[in-house]
């Protein structure tokens, strides 16, 4: 079993649209959480963490279900720039465990 | 002031060779590792680098070997390349205490192509 489980998409979402990523994680005593984003040839990037309380970032929200061991990234009014793949990232320990990536194409 | 460079950008080479990539960051960080990602796009852990202690060595081919000669630097040598090798290989670093965690930041990465 993976360590972290994405929906790979791709997600097609037109310009103003509202977009849910989920991921899963296996690991409970894992201790940090993050959103990370990579555009084509280029290397990931931190989005952001997420943290047990929820966390926003202007259009984008994550949220943390340690119980269901389950990680979300909300993104409102989607625009063209957003598309790209969304990783989801959990590190226990010194060890950081990526999900595939989702892949979101916004659409004019 | 690049946090984590890695070079080179591109590698092509033949079948047989054997290569580096090396890679810095200036960020104090404690902790560095070199990520493979393959066609698919997922991200594979390959080496971690804690203190010039490797912690964490996945179940890579031996002809992959990590160097470290002091914190801020983790090279990564290649012998005897093989096709199925082309890929892009990141490297990354992080800090961590035990209870301080923040994110990893990676380099470029270093597209790699076997011929």
């Known amino acids: 079993r993976k360590e972290v489980e994405q929906d790979p998409g791709p997600f097609n979402v037109p310009e103003g649209a509202t977009v849910a990523f989920n991921c899963t994680y296996s690991n409970s005593a894992s201790q940090s959480f993050f959103w990370y984003r990579q555009d084509c040839r280029k290397e990931p990037k931190l989005l952001m963490s997420v943290y047990s309380s929820g966390n926003e970032d202007g259009r984008f929200t994550a949220q943390l279900n340690r119980a269901s061991q389950y990680i979300s990234l909300l993104i409102r009014d989607s625009k063209l720039s957003d598309s790209a793949t969304y990783l989801c990232v959990v590190r226990s320990g010194n060890q950081f465990y990526f999900g595939t990536g989702t892949s979101l194409t916004v659409i004019p | 002031d690049t946090a984590v460079s890695q070079t080179p950008k591109y590698l092509v080479t033949q079948m047989g060779n054997d290569k580096s990539i090396k890679c810095e960051q200036n960020?104090?960080?404690?902790?560095m590792y070199w990520y493979k990602q393959d066609s698919k796009k997922f991200l594979k852990i390959m080496f971690s680098?804690?203190?010039?202690?490797?912690?964490i060595n996945e179940t890579v081919p031996n002809r992959f070997s990590p160097k470290s000669p002091d914190k801020a630097h983790l090279n990564l040598h290649i012998n005897s390349l093989e096709l199925g090798d082309s890929a892009v290989y990141f490297c990354?670093?992080?800090?961590?205490?035990?209870?301080?965690?923040?994110?990893?930041?990676f380099g470029q990465g270093t597209r790699l192509t076997v011929v």
């Open positions: 990354a670093s992080s800090y961590w205490d035990g209870s301080l965690n923040t994110e990893a930041f």
């Open positions: 680098y804690n203190n010039k202690e490797l912690i």
């Open positions: 960020l104090g960080h404690d902790t």
